[in-house]
């Protein structure tokens, strides 16, 4: 719909440098003004400055303008000069020129403001925003996309001389498919730049070709790169577009050579044009297929596909907040539980817990739990491959004596079966653990309006200079009193005895459902 606009209103054209001055950040982390009464986005701008910005979309009919920062004539004094430098181009670092400390107190803000416009959810206790000891050099998983760069000056003199084929990979510019090359990021670990670096290079010596996303041909697409936490074990995942990949042995052979923290190189054939990094099928070209890596006193299998934490440090932070809020839970559930970590680390850690059962869609990844479990010696905890609604409700039929749900959805959140499911099981606490604080504010909207109540939640900063924040939330049912821990049972409705077990057999898979999800 149009937006009618004052009488005698003149739109910005694309390239003209307006004068703002910026009152807020969006939820992307822009900077948000207003000229002549319409909101202005400028990506880089800081409450508070005051700028010059140069249109890109100018977009009035849709209600805002569209902005490129030119300038900043009055600094704030959280602003910090990034020390990247593509700090304005890459769309992956958007709070980089915001001090850290500052990027908390906004973080917290977004949460709440999303339970209060998004769920009616105005007297929650929102805790303040926990930080990372480490804002940079954090990120234990890259995945950058490659392309076809020019060739070296020498060569296109002697355009008759064939020459390696050049490559480069980087990161996507903002809103774009368009590929800002990047020899060192900032968020990520130093021996994932040296395998980014070190690929990068093998790889356009042994003539292999990039990808090209609008005529489907080539042969690279992505560059991923795994260390472990203790930077003793790194995997580098090649992500090609046909099965056939003729110089892969040899390239991972001597990147093995080069980074020779590389344990293991495999890879991901992906066929479709898609949009979609990895394929469904792995090839390991060196090395055993996967790497080790830890979560406290857990070991975890992590393989190409596998999900694991990107920041292990502030992940053991996130996993003790959930450990808190389900303190004193006897037997519980994991509803997407992955490859099991969040189950795993509460049947070592909470010593009220009896059993735990772990459900998941992807078969892959049960799997993966259930070997994670043995490893690991946990005897507590069990996995189910399945649609997490259905598997619910068997639970409710069978009337199970669950205490304690804990919630990881993707970034969709709930599908609303399992919210359904959720207000028929009528445990006595649910702790949602959330990447996006929008679908968390739907769906805590929704467990409230089933008998829930929200007593408290924590952000957590996984991921430093970005936009993005997890959160904890602890609901209670009807008749729980909402502390940490509390024995009293749930909403009245639920019944069970002690004397039931969890029917899905310790660390093998159950019978999926027949749905898949993206865990």
């Not at 990372?132 to 234990?140: I, M």
């Not at 020899?183 to 994932?192: F, S």
């Not at 028929?424 to 929008?438: E, F, H, Q, T, W």
Request: a positive charge; proline letters at 7%; charged letters at 25%.
């Amino acid at each position: 719909m149009t937006r009618r606009q004052p009488d005698g209103f003149r739109a910005p054209a694309p390239g003209e440098v307006i004068d703002l001055v910026i009152d807020n950040l969006g939820v992307e982390g822009q900077g948000v003004g207003r000229w002549r009464g319409v909101a202005v986005f400028v990506p880089g701008a800081l409450p508070g400055e005051k700028v010059r910005a140069r249109v890109t979309r100018p977009g009035v009919s849709r209600g805002f303008i569209e902005a490129d920062l030119a300038g900043v004539e009055r600094p704030s004094p959280e602003r910090v000069e990034p020390a990247c430098p593509v700090a304005r181009l890459c769309g992956g670092c958007q709070l980089l020129a915001l001090s850290y400390p500052a990027q908390l107190v906004w973080k917290t803000s977004v949460v709440r403001e999303a339970l209060r416009r998004i769920g009616g959810l105005d007297e929650i206790d929102v805790r303040p925003c926990l930080g990372a000891e480490r804002p940079l050099g954090y990120r234990n998983k890259a995945q950058f996309p490659v392309v076809s760069a020019c060739r070296p000056r020498e060569d296109r003199a002697s355009p008759d001389r064939p020459g390696p084929r050049r490559l480069a990979a980087g990161l996507y510019r903002r809103r774009t498919h368009d590929v800002v090359p990047v020899e060192t990021c900032l968020l990520q670990r130093p021996v994932n730049n040296r395998i980014l670096a070190a690929v990068v290079r093998l790889a356009s010596e042994y003539g292999v070709s990039a990808y090209d996303e609008d005529t489907g041909r080539g042969l690279l697409r992505h560059i991923l790169a795994r260390v472990s936490r203790d930077g003793r074990q790194a995997m580098a995942v090649l992500v090609t577009a046909e099965p056939r990949f003729p110089a892969g042995r040899r390239l991972a052979e001597a990147l093995r050579r080069v980074v020779p923290e590389v344990t293991t190189v495999v890879q991901n054939i992906n066929t479709r044009r898609t949009n979609v990094i990895l394929g469904p099928r792995n090839v390991v070209l060196s090395g055993p297929g996967y790497i080790t890596d830890r979560l406290g006193d857990l070991e975890f299998r992590v393989s190409a596909t596998s999900f694991f934490q990107v920041k292990p440090e502030q992940a053991e932070v996130l996993y003790g907040v959930v450990a808190g809020m389900a303190e004193g839970a006897r037997r519980a559930a994991d509803v997407y539980c992955g490859v099991g970590t969040i189950a795993l680390y509460l049947a070592s850690r909470l010593g009220s817990l009896k059993e735990i059962v772990g459900i998941e869609a992807n078969p892959a990844a049960v799997r993966d739990a259930a070997a994670n479990a043995r490893a690991n010696g946990v005897d507590k905890a069990a996995f189910v491959c399945g649609d997490a609604a259905a598997v619910l409700r068997d639970m409710t039929a069978a009337r199970l004596p669950l205490d304690t749900v804990v919630l990881d959805p993707p970034r969709k959140g709930c599908e609303p079966e399992v919210l359904a499911a959720l207000a028929d099981l009528a445990c006595r606490r649910i702790v949602y653990v959330s990447c996006n604080p929008a679908t968390l504010a739907r769906d805590l909207s929704v467990l409230h309006d089933a008998g829930y109540r929200v007593a408290e939640v924590q952000p957590v900063d996984m991921f430093p200079q970005t936009t993005h924040v997890e959160c904890c939330a602890l609901l209670v049912g009807q008749g729980g009193s909402g502390g940490r821990g509390s024995g009293r049972s749930g909403r009245s409705g639920y019944a069970g005895g002690a004397g039931h077990r969890i029917p899905t057999g310790r660390g093998r898979p159950g019978p999926g459902h027949g749905r898949g999800s993206d865990g």
